[in-house]
């Protein structure tokens, strides 16, 4: 029961940083350049770890990283 209260602090924390700093968006409203500028922020700006994105989006951590290493790329 503690770990699920923590796991839902860690989850409501985690949604208000994220509206805080302009990055909370609605996964399946928008296109994928504009989801993937939103991952990049989250991670380069905001410091989230590609797990957190990952999870937060409810997509794989491959994409989240193929995404950030694509930034870095160019």
Do not use: M, W
Not at 36 to 61: F, G, K, P
Request: one cysteine or more; aromatic letters at 10%.
């Amino acid at each position: 029961f503690l770990r699920f209260l923590r796991y839902l602090l860690f989850k409501l924390l985690l949604l208000d940083r994220v509206r805080h700093q302009g990055l909370y968006a609605d996964p399946d409203q928008g296109s994928k350049a504009h989801r993937n500028q939103l991952i990049r922020r989250a991670h380069l700006e905001c410091s989230y770890t590609l797990s957190q994105i990952a999870a937060h989006l409810s997509i794989r951590y491959t994409t989240v990283s193929k995404v950030v290493k694509e930034n870095k790329e160019n």
